[in-house]
Structure formats: C-alpha cells, structure tokens
T-cell receptor
Framework: DVKVTQSSRYLVKRTGEKVFLECVQD?????MFWYRQDPGLGLRLIYF???????EKGDIPEGYSVSREKKERFSLILESASTNQTSMYLC?????????????FGQGTRLTVV | AQTVTQSQPEMSVQEAETVTLSCTYD???????LFWYKQPPSRQMILVIR??????QNATENRFSVNFQKAAKSFSLKISDSQLGDAAMYFC???????????FGTGTSLTVIP
C-alpha cells in the first residue's frame, strides 16, 4: 500500500518562527502536493511539485515556500509563521502513470501558531 | 476554470438508511477522473470511489455507488445501509487525464444517527 507520512500530527509554533513541515511518500510518485484545510473552505492547494526540484504555485502560496530535493520528500516551509496560518495541513502524492490515478494523503498536521 | 461544488455542508442519515451526497463540477475538458474521498475524524483522507469520465457505467464499491451524469456535470455519491463508521467529511474531487492537479469541493459532513 502507498504510504504518505507527515512528520508531525500536531505542532505549536510562535509567531515569526520558521516552520518546516515534512512529507515522505514511498511509491515513487512524480507528483506531490501541499494543501491547507479550513472549515467551510475545503482543501486549498498551496504548492505542488511534479518532479524533483520542480514546483508550481497553487491557489494560496503567499507566506509559504516548498522544497523537493529528493523524489520521495516534499517540504512545506512557513518563512515567518503568523496566526492566520493556524490550520490543518495535508500532504498528498499521486502518479502520472498506471491505473492508480488518485491522490494519496498523509495523516495531516494540525499547526497552531501562537 | 475547474470548480467543484458541494452544496450540502452537512447531512445526516439514520443507521441502515440510504443517503445521497451531491457534487457538481465545471470543466471544458472531456477526459477526466472524478473521485469521492472520505475523511473520518482521525483525519486520514481515503479514497471511496473513482469514476472515469469515458465510462458510462456508474462505479460501485460495496455499499457506495455514484450517479455520474456527464452532460449535467453531476457526480453524486450514494451510501446504502449506512453504518456508524460512515460518519465523516466527504470530499468530491476532479482531475483531468493529462493534468497533475486535483480540484476539491468544500466537503459534506455526514452524521450517522444510531
């Protein structure tokens, strides 16, 4: 089974801190995604990557950056955390080949910025 | 623009009864995939069912089935014989064949009443 693992389930950070959220997938997927989930807003795409070192902005990239140095790992960086970045963050991966066309998700990271 | 609309923020169903969750989407593409995802309170998002747009036959997975109306751009999920474990947030999603991105609705929170 595909496994997508996020490094933390819960994080509490202070305003202004630099925050790293890590995500690792074990199925050699080309595509990796970072979403933010807020009540009533569904999943909003922050960034996605379709290859190592490649990235594209999603709908809400402001205040975030990403890094993909290895195919299996995709990191989300909050350069200077703010309280309005308190949210649930979901990582996902998918393949562009084969029959498994869906996205596979990690367990989510609940980030609280105080 | 690709948009996915779930017009029912909350639904409830009696245990053992049937419930239908609605989803509509807007696209100019003719080849795409549609998905229903389930996110239980534990937060791991999992795939419930998938439909390829070129297939006229509606997909089924045990108690879960879809009503796919391509011309109407409608993709509803029917849950039969509802169980307490079906209580979750359900997201409708869309992806074009040749694309990397997934587009999600805002979700429907399903409550199952014992």
């Amino acid at each position: 089974d595909v496994k997508v693992t996020q490094s933390s389930r819960y994080l509490v950070k202070r305003t202004g801190e630099k925050v790293f959220l890590e995500c690792v997938q074990d199925m050699d997927h080309e595509n990796m995604f970072w979403y933010r989930q807020d009540p009533g807003l569904g999943l909003r795409l922050i960034y996605f990557s379709y290859d190592v070192k490649m990235k594209e902005k999603g709908d809400i990239p402001e205040g975030y950056s990403v890094s993909r140095e290895k195919k299996e790992r995709f990191s989300l960086i909050l350069e200077s955390a703010s309280t309005n970045q308190t949210s649930m963050y979901l990582c996902a991966s998918s393949s562009t080949r084969g029959a498994r066309t869906e996205a596979f998700f990690g367990q989510g990271t609940r980030l609280t910025v105080v | 623009a690709q948009t996915v609309t779930q017009s029912q923020p909350e639904m409830s169903v009696q245990e053992a009864e049937t419930v239908t969750l609605s989803c509509t989407y807007d696209t100019s593409e003719s080849d795409y995939y549609l998905f229903w995802y389930k996110q239980p309170p534990s937060r791991q998002m999992i795939l419930v069912i998938r439909q390829e747009a070129y297939k006229q036959q509606n997909a089924t997975e045990n108690r879960f089935s879809v009503n796919f109306q391509k011309a109407a751009k409608s993709f509803s999920l029917k849950i039969s014989d509802s169980q307490l474990g079906d209580a979750a947030m359900y997201f409708c999603a869309y992806r074009i064949y040749t694309g990397n991105q997934f587009y999600f609705g805002t979700g429907t929170s399903l409550t199952v009443i014992p």
